[in-house]
């Protein structure tokens, strides 16, 4: 049985005081690490918007290419292009057997994407995916809430949070800012 390579964790943050995503450095096959820095930002489009993968690393490759195409095709409107890579990503034959889900982030908004069509715009400025998504999430959640920590900061501690939790997701953590 052939084992899937997967990377996790990323978590993304956006609100009136920043933009910053971040992700671990794991990549498992299996339960066996195979990679503990690697790296699942990427900045595209003159560095004014991030994206992050969780999940089959060669499919998230593949979904990069696609997103980074139709951010050059429509001018670097995130809304527009996040929308037209879901649904082609939906629809197309091989894009729809694709195993990754991405992040993608502007200054004002950040998005999470996934091959069921799913373009989620969360309504506190939140998302999280891959295995340790939901504990980072929720400690970015209570840290925005109880603290005055830049957004940088909270994805960079919540993040750490979710390394002791999941086994899947370590502290070689990489944090990008806009």
Partial sequence: MNKIIRATTVLAMVDKNGAAIGADGQV???E??????ATKIRRIYNDTILTGFAGATADAFTLYERFESKIDEFSGNLARASVELAKEWRT???LRRLE???IVLDKKH???LS???DVIEPDDGIVGIGSGGGYALAAARA?????KMPVADIVRQSLEIASSICVFTNSNITVETL
């Fill in 28 to 30: 498992s096959m299996g």
């Fill in 32 to 37: 066996a690490i195979m990679k503990a820095r």
């Fill in 92 to 94: 197309d034959k091989y």
């Fill in 100 to 102: 990754a889900m991405l």
């Fill in 110 to 112: 950040v998005y999470m």
């Fill in 115 to 117: 091959g069921t069509g």
């Fill in 143 to 147: 840290l925005k809430a109880n603290t």
